[in-house]
C-alpha cells in the first residue's frame, strides 16, 4: 500500500479494506511488499518473535541506539507501558544503573522491577510534579528521559527533568494534535536534545535478527512481555485487558 496507495486487504465480500498505519497484524492472510518482510531463525517462539515487529523493537531501539544510553547513567521514563518497558528492557542492556519509571497505575512497579525499573513514580501521589521530584531525586536530573504515552504535557515533564549539559529527551508517543513549544535561549543554554524515534531507529532487515539472537542467549528478556494469550475469536478479550491495564502483551493466535 504505501508505494502505490492500493490496498492489498479485502472481506469475504470483496470490499476493500485498510490498513491501520501501514500495519495488518489482524488478518489472516495478507500480500505485503518484500520490503516488509524479515526472514527470522524458525526455531524463535512465534509468540515471542511477534513482540518485535514493533512495541518492545522500538522501545530497545530507543534506548540502544537513539539515545544511547550509556552504562553507569539514570534514565526517567514516562509510561511504563509496553513501550515504556522496552524502554527499561534496552536501558538495561545498556548498563543504566537507575531506572526511574513514572505512571498512574501502581501495578506497573512489580512489572517494572523485570525490566530494570529501579524507582517509581505515581504522580497521583506527588505533591509535586513528576519533574520536580525526578529532578530532587537525581540532584539535577535524570541523563536520558523517555516519553512513552503520547501526551504534549509529558514531553514538557520530560524535558523539564532532563540534566542540563548533555540530557537527551527522547519522545516515542504520538500526540499529533498537541504543538509542543520550547524556548530557544532555554534549548541552547541548556545543553540538552530532544528528539524523535521511529520504530527505535531499528534497521528491521539486520536488527531484528540480532534482537532475536540476543533473546535466544537469554540477554533480551521478552518473555515476560507476554502476559496473556488467546485465540481470534477472543480478540475483544484481548482489547479489554489492555484498556483495563491488565495486560502487557496479549499475543493473539490465528491457529487456536
Not at 524479515?38 to 531501539?61: E, M, Q, R, W, Y
Not at 529532578?135 to 541523563?143: C, E, P, R
Request: proline content about 4%; hydrophobic content about 40%; glycine content about 10%.
Amino acid at each position: 500500500m504505501p508505494r502505490d496507495g492500493t490496498s492489498r486487504l479485502s472481506n469475504p465480500e470483496g470490499e476493500v479494506l485498510y490498513h491501520f498505519i501501514n500495519v495488518s497484524s489482524f488478518s489472516e492472510y495478507a500480500v505485503v511488499d518484500i520490503a516488509h518482510i524479515t526472514k527470522i531463525d524458525p526455531s524463535v517462539p512465534p509468540n515471542k518473535a511477534c513482540l518485535l515487529s514493533c512495541g518492545v523493537a522500538t522501545g530497545v531501539g530507543a534506548a540502544c541506539k537513539t539515545a544511547k544510553v550509556e552504562a553507569g547513567s539514570t534514565v526517567a521514563i514516562f509510561g511504563i507501558g509496553a513501550i515504556g518497558l522496552a524502554v527499561a528492557e534496552g536501558a538495561r542492556l545498556c548498563g543504566a544503573t537507575r531506572i526511574i519509571g513514572v505512571d498512574l497505575n501502581p501495578d506497573k512497579f512489580e512489572i517494572g522491577k523485570k525490566f530494570g525499573v529501579t524507582d517509581f513514580i505515581n504522580p497521583s501521589e506527588c505533591n509535586n510534579k513528576p519533574s520536580e521530584v525526578i529532578n530532587k531525586m537525581t540532584d539535577g536530573g535524570a541523563d536520558y528521559c523517555f516519553e512513552c504515552v503520547g501526551l504534549g504535557s509529558l514531553v514538557q515533564e520530560a524535558y523539564a527533568c532532563c540534566r542540563k549539559g548533555w540530557g537527551k529527551t527522547v519522545i516515542l508517543g504520538v500526540d499529533p494534535k498537541t504543538q509542543l513549544t520550547f524556548g530557544s535561549f532555554d534549548i541552547l543554554h541548556s545543553g540538552k536534545s530532544i528528539m524523535g524515534s521511529f520504530y527505535g531507529n531499528l534497521k528491521p532487515k539486520s536488527d531484528i535478527p540480532l534482537l532475536l539472537q540476543r533473546y535466544m542467549n537469554k540477554e533480551l528478556n521478552l518473555d515476560d512481555f507476554v502476559t496473556h494469550e488467546v485465540g481470534l475469536e477472543d480478540i475483544n478479550k484481548a482489547f479489554d485487558l489492555l484498556l483495563q491495564g491488565k495486560s502487557v502483551r496479549c499475543v493473539i493466535w490465528m491457529d487456536k
